[in-house]
Each structure stands twice: as C-alpha cells, then as structure tokens.
C-alpha cells in the first residue's frame, strides 16, 4: 500500500466495473477513501466491499443515475457526508456507440449524449461546492481518444467524448479564475480491456476475445491495447498533489496512437 492519495476523498461515478473499479482498487492501494455510484449498485457495492475487506472504511456504494440531476445533489450529499468531505471527482461513467450518421437514431444519439455529456455537466457542476470547501480538489473526466480523432462509424460518441474534451477545459478556466484550488483534467484512453469492449467485438463481427483484441490493436504502435491499471496509474496521479500545476489538459494513453 502506498500513500500517493493519503487523506484524499474520491467520488467515482461507473465504480461498478471497468476503468471504475480498477481506478476505486488503486485509489484505495494508495491510501484514498472512495465513494463509488453506479447504475448498478449491487456491482458498487460487491466492489465497496472488496475494498472494505482490505481497509475499514475505505469505500461505500450508491446507487447513481447519472443523467438525473436530483439524483447527483442527493449522491453529493451522501458522499460528503459518509467521508467528511470530498476533493476528488472522477466523471467514469459512460456508455459506447457503434453505427454511421445514417444508421445512428436520433434516440440513441440523445442517450449517448445523456450518459456520456450531461452526467459530466451535472457531475462538474454540483461538486464544485464540496471541492471547493475541502481543496486541493480534483476533477477528473474519462474522455477518450475517440474525442480527438474522429471515425466514420461513431458519430454520437466521438462528439460526446469531444464536450468532454473541452468542458474539461472550460471547467479548469472557470476554477483557475475563481481563484478556486480546482484543477479539472480528462483523460484519454484508446481501447482498454474492459467490458465495453465487447460490443467492439460484436461490430467487428468477432468473437473470439483474442482475435477482437489483436484487431484493435493493428492501428496502436505499441502494438496491443490497454489494460484497466494503464488508466488507474493515470487517475492516481491526477489526482494526487503531484499534478498540483497540471490543469486544463488532455491525458493521452493510447499506446502512441496520436503520434501518428
């Protein structure tokens, strides 16, 4: 265990699985205490209590909407109250969409942007007041590679991870001048081994996990995709005070993809 994140508060939202939990996982290996939301709380709470079996107290669970405004004032609340405070956020949850501007609905294309745009809105918006009241404070937003390069068959998540991209920035712009002790940063992942993929491999028509992956992996000059902890080490660092001059950027982890 180390101490990276000793004393530190987190909310994440998605901390039922995937880039969540591994991010929850490593929060807590370096001394943070962890809030998990979710959709799926009874993933949360399986992963709260994992955490819990290995530090008292380390973690709780709610159950999240994140597309719901009330829903986030009352989470906010819990969290700050169930940890004595909050100083980081990280804006995890997020869905995927695969299919070209003429096969994407308008339905799915507002869905993607509830889950993936407006939870990060509302998330940003609300928590500032508890960031502020127990700075240095943090926000974290799981943007994607998809948010800086565009694809033929992903309009609706290539524009949401976009927002996310630059509401990242305009949050950091608004913290630095308020004179608030808020840095605001996203962070962008290429294709990570997490259960998202597998709607990857459904449209590559693979099924198959290794052959899914090798696919992915033919345009990453490293030459494979990622694993949960590359983001997690990530998240750790944004989060710490050793990124206490690191705001307004876009965190790049994608194997060398965008020096292309």
């Given at each position: 265990?180390?101490?990276?994140?000793?004393?530190?508060?987190?909310?994440?939202?998605?901390?039922?699985?995937?880039?969540?939990?591994?991010?929850?996982?490593?929060?807590?290996?370096?001394?943070a205490q962890v809030a998990l939301t979710d959709i799926n709380v009874e993933g949360a709470k399986q992963v709260a209590a994992e955490l819990n079996a290995t530090r008292k107290g380390a973690a709780s669970a709610f159950a999240h909407d994140v597309t719901n405004e009330?829903?986030?004032?009352?989470?906010?609340?819990?969290?700050?109250?169930?940890?004595?405070?909050?100083?980081?956020?990280?804006?995890?949850?997020?869905?995927?969409?695969?299919?070209?501007?003429?096969?994407?609905?308008?339905?799915?294309?507002?869905?993607?942007?509830?889950?993936?745009?407006?939870?990060?809105?509302?998330?940003?918006?609300?928590?500032?007041?508890?960031?502020?009241?127990?700075?240095?404070?943090?926000?974290?937003?799981?943007?994607?590679?998809?948010?800086?390069?565009?694809?033929?068959?992903?309009?609706?998540?290539?524009?949401?991870?976009?927002?996310?991209?630059?509401?990242?920035?305009?949050?950091?712009?608004?913290?630095?001048?308020?004179?608030?002790?808020?840095?605001?940063?996203?962070?962008?992942?290429?294709?990570?081994?997490?259960?998202?993929?597998?709607?990857?491999?459904?449209?590559?028509?693979?099924?198959?996990?290794?052959?899914?992956?090798?696919?992915?992996?033919?345009?990453?000059?490293?030459?494979?995709?990622?694993?949960?902890?590359?983001?997690?080490?990530?998240?750790?660092?944004?989060?710490?005070?050793?990124?206490?001059?690191?705001?307004?950027?876009?965190?790049?982890?994608?194997?060398?993809?965008?020096?292309?």
């Open positions: 265990m180390g101490n990276r994140l000793a004393g530190k508060k987190a909310v994440i939202t998605g901390g039922a699985s995937g880039l969540g939990a591994a991010m929850a996982r490593m929060y807590v290996s370096e001394g009330q829903q986030w004032l009352s989470v906010l609340e819990q969290a700050n109250t169930e940890m004595g405070g909050i100083n980081i956020l990280i804006n995890n949850a997020g869905i995927g969409s695969m299919g070209s501007i003429e096969d994407e609905s308008l339905a799915n294309w507002d869905r993607v942007m509830r889950v993936d745009v407006d939870s990060v809105f509302l998330g940003c918006k609300h928590a500032i007041k508890f960031l502020k009241e127990n700075a240095p404070a943090a926000i974290i937003n799981m943007s994607s590679i998809a948010g800086l390069y565009a694809a033929g068959t992903m309009p609706a998540y290539n524009a949401a991870k976009a927002a996310v991209w630059l509401l990242s920035k305009s949050v950091a712009l608004h913290c630095a001048a308020s004179k608030y002790d808020i840095r605001s940063n996203s962070i962008h992942p290429v294709f990570i081994r997490t259960p998202i993929l597998d709607g990857m491999g459904k449209a590559l028509n693979v099924e198959n996990v290794e052959q899914r992956d090798k696919l992915l992996a033919r345009g990453i000059p490293l030459g494979r995709i990622g694993e949960p902890e590359d983001v997690a080490y990530a998240a750790v660092y944004l989060g710490s005070d050793e990124a206490k001059f690191i705001t307004g950027i876009e965190l790049k982890i994608d194997g060398g993809m965008s020096a292309k």
